[in-house]
């Protein structure tokens, strides 16, 4: 049985915000120490005493994911905090599209820095305890949530860049599901539509450019990705979910 989180230790990026952040509470509420990771300390703060009042247990650690040594050091403070690691859930990312004349490279490399390489980074660094989690823990078994996207299954004008991260994370996680299942390590993707957060926020008119492409549709709340990442790492021990596609009921 794996339905109780009692005494798990999971680690959320893109805590102080949106998708990662509707994550977090989930699954303190479920009685998961969380570990709540992004660069903005205050709200990360924030939320920790939300989570707190709520009798729930967390250690917020701000980081940038884009440097391999703030990842190793993120899951080093986990340990050194709570002893071990059972769920890892990478939602950190941006989202900064347009015309690529226009825009520029920057842009590109930190939808790639965030995306993947932060994924990335923290992956290689939490494997080896989610592999000792999946042998000695009384789960017998270790969760890790990527957060992609829709644009990692179909790529679209104006997303290449994002699109192209996105397919990279679906891959890997696929990847690594193969290397490690039989460890007891389970890898989910997950690929969200467009969901209500500050993602749009970034850039002007990219609410304007996923209306053109899309149509005006009624938004997923974070809320709907966090129940879908609880059912997953409650389910039994023999049942990995490998990989979940949510759109708002009206996105074509
Ligand atoms: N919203 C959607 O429609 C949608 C659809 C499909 C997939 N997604 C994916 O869902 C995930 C969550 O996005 P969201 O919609 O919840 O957007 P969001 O509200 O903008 O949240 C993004 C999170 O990523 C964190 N982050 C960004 N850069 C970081 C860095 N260098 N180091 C550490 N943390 C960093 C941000 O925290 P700080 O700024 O405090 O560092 C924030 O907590 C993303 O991977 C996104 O691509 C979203």
New binding site residues.
């Given amino acids: 049985m794996v339905e109780n989180l009692q005494k798990t230790v999971a680690i959320v990026?893109?805590?102080?915000?949106?998708?990662?952040?509707a994550i977090a509470k989930n699954l303190a509420a479920a009685g998961s120490n969380v570990v709540l990771?992004?660069?903005?300390k205050q709200?990360l703060n924030d939320l920790a005493t939300e989570i707190e009042k709520a009798n729930g247990q967390s250690l917020p650690i701000e980081?940038?994911?884009?440097s391999s040594d703030e990842a190793i050091r993120v899951v080093n403070e986990t340990i050194d905090k709570f002893g071990t690691l059972d769920i890892l859930v990478n939602?950190?990312?941006?989202?900064l599209n347009g015309d690529s004349i226009e825009t520029p490279v920057k842009d590109w490399d930190a939808m790639v820095?965030?995306?993947l390489r932060?994924l990335m980074y923290l992956t290689k660094a939490a494997l080896p305890h989610l592999k000792e989690s999946a042998e000695k823990s009384d789960r017998k078994v270790s969760d890790v949530v990527n957060?992609?996207?829709?644009?990692g299954r179909f790529a679209a004008s104006q997303v290449a860049i994002y699109s192209a991260t996105?397919f990279a994370v679906t891959a890997a996680t696929e990847a690594w599901r193969q290397e490690y299942t039989r460890q007891h390590i389970r890898f989910t993707v997950i690929?969200?539509?467009?969901?209500?957060?500050?993602?749009?926020d970034?850039r002007v008119g990219e609410n304007e450019a996923f209306e053109k492409m899309f149509g005006k549709v009624e938004?997923?709340q974070?809320d709907d990705i966090a129940n879908t990442v609880h059912f997953i790492v409650t389910s039994p021990r023999r049942m990995a979910i490998n990989e979940v596609v949510i759109r708002p009921t009206d996105q074509a």
């Fill in positions: 990026t893109g805590a102080s915000s949106g998708i990662g952040r990771v992004a660069r903005r709200r980081a940038d994911l884009t939602a950190a990312g941006v989202m820095n965030v995306n932060g957060i992609s996207s829709v644009a996105k690929e969200p539509g467009k969901t209500a957060t500050e993602l749009f970034h938004e997923l974070a």
